[in-house]
């Protein structure tokens, strides 16, 4: 899941670095954002640890490839049509869409149950969430402008996808191992711009109306996608694989 799509023109907007005052809907929306993430969290989750409990659930994703591409194929579909197609969207289909890709992000990700102790995965857990929380609250705090480090950032991710495509077929440990550091720095910078980017895009919402609401959406869908990131690029640093 080494991806992300971007309202681009959503980022144009609201890149740029904001200096007023928040208007009085202002935290009610960022409340928004993060009750949405950690839904969608906790939704992964469950359905990650099921699916992992399920021998056959698991034998029908991954021993039938058209079915687990098929997975793969409808969460770039999903995500593309909630942040690039947003306007034409519903508040409430798009967060059906939001909790259908959560699911199925679920599913994918159990694989990791069967690769990883218990033990490792709630520790990364635990590092993933503190370094998280870290770098969104300087990225939400900071007065930097990071719209011009972000541009690099993004940059550097279309890298990342383009070498964990080529290892696909390469299947060297060595490169994923680069690519699983690079990916942590990425994750982390991307984790303050995108903190400071959604705030920027919703203090000056007038109202917290359906737009400004799924404004709040995309947000949470980004940080979501930067804290699955984080924590599949540490786990695969620091977790201890199965015997």
Do not use: H
């Not at 681009?8 to 609201?14: I, L």
């Not at 080529?166 to 711009?193: C, D, H, P, R």
């Amino acid at each position: 899941m080494e991806y992300r799509e971007f309202d681009r023109a959503v980022n144009t907007q609201y890149g740029d670095s904001r200096s007023w005052a928040p208007t009085s809907s202002f935290p009610a929306l960022m409340q928004k954002v993060y009750t949405w993430m950690t839904m969608a969290m906790l939704i992964t989750g469950v359905t990650a640890y099921g699916v992992a409990s399920s021998p056959a659930i698991l034998s029908t994703i991954f021993g039938n490839q058209i079915v687990f591409w098929g997975m793969i194929i409808a969460e770039f579909a999903l995500v593309f049509m909630i942040s690039g197609m947003l306007n034409r969207l519903s508040l409430t289909t798009a967060t059906l869409m939001f909790v259908a890709y959560s699911v199925i992000n679920g599913a994918v990700l159990s694989s990791i149950f069967l690769v990883y102790t218990m033990e490792s995965i709630g520790m990364v857990f635990f590092i993933t969430a503190a370094t998280f929380g870290i770098m969104a609250f300087i990225g939400y705090t900071t007065k930097t402008d990071l719209t011009s480090i972000g541009k690099y950032m993004m940059m550097a991710l279309i890298g990342i996808i383009i070498a964990t495509v080529v290892n696909i077929f390469v299947k060297s440990s060595g490169l994923q191992m680069i690519v699983s550091y690079i990916g942590v720095l990425l994750f982390v910078g991307l984790t303050a711009y995108d903190s400071q980017k959604i705030k920027n895009m919703l203090i000056d919402q007038d109202v917290a109306d359906e737009g400004a609401q799924k404004l709040a959406l995309v947000g949470a869908l980004t940080l979501y996608l930067d804290f699955i990131n984080l924590f599949i690029y540490l786990l695969r640093i620091l977790g201890n694989r199965r015997d």
